[in-house]
């Protein structure tokens, strides 16, 4: 069965400083993996997709992830923080028992910028 | 593309009443999905359809939870006699058809009084 692990619940930086939110997935097959982002009182907004075309993903306002499947991870990245990026982050992977259509979240991982 | 609409954005009710929510795909995508997320928590899948079938319900909660998509167009999710334990954010997503990523709502907030 698929599933994904968020490493931390709860991250802060500083505005400018690195972000760095954590992702470890299990998966017989391939997967297909995603970062989806929640700010408060809001849906889910896509970050990025991996699907196998390539390892390091860049996604949308400067987020980049990399597969690493020796090491099933599937982190987050972004190399300088802003106040906007604050919210709730999700690592998702699709799950293959049901064609791949329904997506299984971690946990999340709440992001606090200060300044 | 205007988004998924989802309607209302929050819904307070008694308990053992009935409700329903409304869910307006984005309007080329023929994939619609219902989630549950529960405070502190990620989306649980619920169901989904394809234009009308309803290919997926083995994961809606219990009994008092269906779905329907009559004309492949918008959606209902209907809980039956509500309990304390529905109070959830409900969010539904459209997508097109394939593996192609999954549009969100700002989803539907039910209190249970």
Redesign the interface.
């Given at each position: 069965a698929q599933s994904v692990t968020q490493l931390d619940s709860h991250v802060s930086v500083s505005e400018g400083t690195p972000v760095l939110l954590r992702c470890n997935y299990s998966s017989s097959y391939s997967p297909?993996l995603?970062w989806?982002v929640q700010h408060p009182?809001?849906?889910?907004?896509?970050l990025l997709?991996y699907?196998s075309a390539a390892t390091l993903v860049k996604g949308i306002n400067g987020f980049e992830a990399e597969f690493k499947k020796s090491e099933t991870s599937f982190h987050l990245t972004k190399p300088s923080a802003h106040m906007s990026d604050a919210a709730e982050y999700?690592c998702?992977v699709?799950?293959l028992n049901?064609a791949?259509?329904?997506?299984?979240?971690?946990?999340?991982t709440t992001l606090s910028v200060s300044s | 593309d205007t988004g998924v609409s989802q309607d209302p954005r929050h819904k307070i009710t008694k308990r053992g009443q009935n409700v329903t929510f409304r869910c307006d795909p984005i309007s080329e995508h023929n994939r619609l999905y219902w989630y549950r997320q529960t405070l502190g928590q990620g989306p649980e899948f619920l169901t989904y359809f394809q234009n009308e079938a309803q290919l997926e319900k083995s994961r809606l909660l219990s009994d008092r939870f269906s779905a329907e998509r009559p004309k492949g167009s918008f959606s209902t999710l209907e809980i039956q006699r509500t309990e304390q334990g529905d109070s959830a954010m409900y969010l539904c997503a459209s997508s097109e058809q394939g593996n192609q990523p999954q549009h969100f709502g700002d989803g539907t907030r039910l209190s249970i009084l």
């Open positions: 297909s995603f989806y009182n809001k849906g889910l907004q896509l997709k699907t999700f998702v699709s799950d049901q791949g259509t329904a997506l299984i979240f971690g946990k999340g | -």
